[in-house]
């Protein structure tokens, strides 16, 4: 964790605090845990989710640990101020077939009464961070961003 803007109130530090080591340690035997962090109704926002509720929210990082070899959250950047929170990382990756990605991304954190996250959302560019990446579509994803560009 590189910075916290904090303006001086320790709570929001260690509110904040608390979720960036969680992440950067994530492992699938954590995802139980994510009601410690979670309020019950939370919401969770990214490129391809929008779901509701921690049985939803674990459901996503399953399939994350199903799908991606060595998944690792690396925290940049993080601020933190009154309800909320927001960081940038890097999720670093290898695909099932060996070849090691990664992709950056930033996440909004809003924090209810007790504490927990009420709001998650996840912003990074698909086309940039993923589908550029892959053989075929990236040829074309590249191409359209040429044709495009000014």
């Not at 608390?18 to 926002?45: M, Q, T």
């Not at 509720?53 to 399939?63: C, D, K, L, Q, Y």
């Not at 070849?99 to 991304?105: F, L, N, R, T």
């Amino acid at each position: 964790m590189s910075r916290l803007d904090d303006g001086g109130d320790d709570a929001r530090l260690r509110r904040v605090s608390r979720v960036v080591s969680f992440y950067e340690h994530l492992c699938e035997a954590d995802l139980p845990r994510l009601g410690e962090l979670y309020a019950a109704d939370a919401r969770f926002k990214d490129p391809f989710n929008d779901v509701r509720g921690v049985s939803a929210i674990r459901a996503i990082f399953e399939h994350m640990f199903r799908t991606l070899r060595e998944p690792v959250f690396v925290v940049r950047e993080v601020a933190a101020q009154r309800d909320g929170g927001f960081l940038t990382w890097d999720l670093c990756f290898r695909t099932q077939r060996g070849a090691e990605m990664s992709i950056h991304g930033a996440t909004h954190l809003r924090f209810g009464d007790a504490g927990l996250i009420v709001e998650h959302r996840d912003y990074w560019d698909a086309a940039e961070e993923l589908y550029e990446k892959l053989p075929v579509l990236g040829a074309l994803m590249r191409w359209l961003k040429r044709r495009v560009a000014a």
